[in-house]
């Protein structure tokens, strides 16, 4: 089992910035070579929605609304992935998931509170 716990949600004027942070514990002897982190959001009354992803080589992949604000990274030696998020507008408003997949299992944080005020 691996855990993920998320941190660094908060509230934010329009404009401003917040870094997210998931760290990893548990069973995570193969999450550096074959871990796939995402993070998603879901607003109230929306569907949740991917953000960004990265792959253990570090590439990275966004959706349309987040690109060249948002940017995610990882930490091997910290077992953490980053999600610095500039720029940031009220429609970010959400709550913050952060997902790994190692293989077939798939594992998800309890989630952070992103608002961000207009």
């Known amino acids: 089992q691996v855990q993920l716990v998320e941190s660094g949600g908060g509230l934010v004027q329009a404009g401003g910035s917040l870094r997210l942070s998931c760290a990893a514990s548990?069973?995570?002897?193969?999450?550096?070579?074959?871990?796939?982190y995402t993070w998603y959001r879901q607003a109230p009354g929306k569907q949740r929605e991917l953000v960004a992803y990265?792959?253990?080589?570090?590439?990275?992949n966004y959706a349309g609304s987040v690109k060249s604000r948002f940017t995610i990274s990882r930490d091997n030696a910290k077992n953490t992935v980053y999600l610095q998020m500039n720029s940031l507008k009220p429609e970010d408003t959400a709550v913050y998931y952060c997902?790994?997949?190692?293989?077939?299992?798939?594992?998800w944080g309890q989630g952070t509170q992103v608002t961000v005020s207009s």
């Open positions: 548990g069973s995570i002897f193969n999450i550096n070579n074959m871990g796939w």
């Open positions: 997902n790994v997949a190692v293989g077939p299992s798939s594992y």
């Open positions: 990265i792959t253990p080589g570090g590439s990275t």
